[in-house]
């Protein structure tokens, strides 16, 4: 299987979708926002966190490409904000490993 992390920089999407995800990463609360995306009960780790963002973006791409009327902007930019999030959170625990 490949790395998650490799598998997110292979990513392309619109330009402006990653620039509107970029500045609501800073904003990014693991607990509320996953907790909203992936519905209420414990929180996986960041990496089947990720796995599973992974999965609903590439959906929510797949509408966006197909001019879905389906489709949210909205939720695509916290599918984005949210993988973003927990690639850095995965980042930080795999350099904390290797210390």
């Known amino acids: 299987m490949q790395d998650l992390l490799t598998m997110l920089t292979t990513l392309s999407r619109p330009r402006l979708l990653i620039r509107a995800a970029r500045f609501g990463q800073s904003t990014y609360n693991r607990e509320r926002h996953l907790q909203r995306i992936l519905g209420y009960g414990s929180l996986p780790r960041p990496a089947a966190a990720l796995l599973r ?9 797949e509408q966006r490409r197909a001019d879905d009327a389906g489709y949210t902007l909205t939720r695509h930019v916290d599918l ?5 999030g927990e690639a850095e959170l995965l980042q930080a625990s795999r350099a904390s490993h290797l210390l």
């Open 53 to 61: 963002l992974i999965e609903l973006e590439r959906e929510v791409d």
């Open 80 to 84: 984005l904000i949210a993988m973003m």
